[in-house]
């Protein structure tokens, strides 16, 4: 599998122009963080081949939210790889939901206006649509977490950084020993709806509480300054080595649309 040169080593970004998902080296493992879409489940599969694994391999998978196009393998990997599916407990009854797509928060803002801007973007709901996006199996039973701590039964006892704000319970995963942070869609790179690019926070469309999700931005800004500047990797867009200050600094400058 090609690596992307945004990526630390032992760190790999999957997915497509809608939504990113990442494979996390370990030496007791790996971890899955968001799982993309259910028609991305054979490039998963050639992409563990091509690391000498499969998905049995995979020992957790690190939900950032329960949005459809972050949860589309989450069943499938717990099934048949038998994978823990961890998830902030806020967002836990949506991706429990018989139908997660309709169980999920409601945004500030419709859909749309911004279609109507930006007519384009209606390729984002119809790639979803192509890829099973909408009726993503759902996972009864996952394990949750409320507040900031460090998950020390998964593989690299990455630190769980709550973000409410994009939904309830969004939540950043930094990983020490990649000096890498997952940030779902609580700060991303590219805007699918509006098009817009750099570090940003995702519009109100998608955005349950925008004041929560400013506020959140400081809870990313106590990584770097406790830890150094860290790789930035966003769900949506490209990631940013040694980006994330920049980031926070760059997404409050701009705040939400």
């Known amino acids: ?18 939504v990113n998902f990442y494979v996390v080296e370990e030496p007791d493992g790996l971890v899955l963080v968001d799982t993309g879409l259910p028609g991305h489940w054979r490039m998963l599969s050639d992409a563990l081949t091509g690391l000498g694994a499969s998905v049995t391999d995979i020992k957790a998978v690190l939900l950032t939210h329960s949005h459809i196009d972050h949860i589309g393998l989450a069943a499938r990997l717990h099934r048949e790889a038998g994978a823990a599916v961890w998830t902030h407990r806020a967002d836990a009854p949506t991706l429990a939901a018989a139908r997660p797509a309709r169980a999920a928060v409601k945004p500030e803002r419709s859909i749309m206006p911004y279609l ?23 996972v009864r039973e996952p394990d949750t977490f409320d507040g900031r701590l460090v998950l020390d039964r998964v593989p690299g006892a990455p630190e769980a950084v709550p973000l409410p704000g994009h939904t309830p319970g969004s939540t950043a995963y930094f990983f020490p020993r990649h000096g890498a942070v997952f940030t779902g869609d609580a700060l991303i790179t590219h805007d699918g709806l509006t098009g817009a690019r750099g570090p940003r926070l995702i519009c109100r469309a998608f955005t ?5 999700a400013l506020a959140s931005l400081d809870r990313l800004a106590e990584l770097t300054e406790h830890d150094g500047d860290l790789t930035l990797l966003p769900g949506h867009g490209e990631p940013m080595a040694h980006g994330l200050a920049e980031a926070v600094t760059r997404a409050r400058g701009l705040g939400v649309v």
Not at 116 to 138: C, H, I, K, N, Y
Not at 208 to 212: K, L, P, V
């Open 116 to 138: 109507l801007r930006r007519p384009a973007a209606v390729a984002l709901p119809l790639r979803l649509a192509s890829q099973g996006g909408f009726s993503p199996e759902p």
């Open 208 to 212: 349950h509480d925008s004041a929560a």
């Open 1 to 18: 599998m090609e690596q992307i040169s945004q990526c630390p080593p032992g760190v790999h970004r999957l997915g497509d122009s809608v």
